[in-house]
């Protein structure tokens, strides 16, 4: 049995899940849903202060994106194409792991053979609103290969 290293978000898939989400080194939303840094989302219980540095979102970043790269590595059974990674790391680091391993585009990334015809397709079902649709064309664009 032949061991495969699982597959690391490039720095270009950094920069662009960066960009998506925007640095922001103060706590914003409301009471129930605050985030900071790159779109790290505050837990209940977590405690982070007010305002963070730099360091300090790069350290939220690394684990979040850990989390969403585990995500893709644990549950897409494909051979993917960095692009095609990178780009299934930013939807899981903005949907969440568990919604990007319960999805439709794994299914039928994980179908035999694999549909990235139609995997390419679902990033457009991730608009949760409006200002999400950018992105989805933007991940779905990076999916195909065409530019991040």
């Known amino acids: 049995m032949t061991i495969i290293d699982p597959m690391q978000l490039s720095a270009a898939g950094e920069a662009f899940i960066k960009k998506e989400e925007g640095l ?5 939303g409301d009471g129930a849903k605050q985030e900071i840094g790159w779109g790290h989302d505050i837990l209940p219980g977590e405690n982070i202060p007010n305002k963070i540095t730099v360091a300090f979102a790069q350290q939220l970043f690394d684990g979040d994106s850990a989390i969403a790269a585990a ?10 194409s960095q692009n095609q990674f990178d780009a299934c790391c930013s939807l899981a680091y903005r949907a969440g ?6 999805s439709t585009l794994v299914r039928l990334l994980n179908q035999n053979p694999p549909n990235y015809a139609g995997a390419a397709a679902q990033f457009q079902q991730w608009n949760n609103h409006g200002s999400e ?16």
Do not use: D
């Open 24 to 28: 922001t080194l103060t706590k914003k």
């Open 71 to 80: 995500a893709v590595n644990n549950s897409v059974t494909a051979q993917l």
């Open 97 to 102: 792991a568990g919604a990007f391993k319960g």
């Open 133 to 148: 649709q950018g992105r989805a064309n933007r991940e779905g664009q990076l999916f195909n290969g065409n530019g991040n």
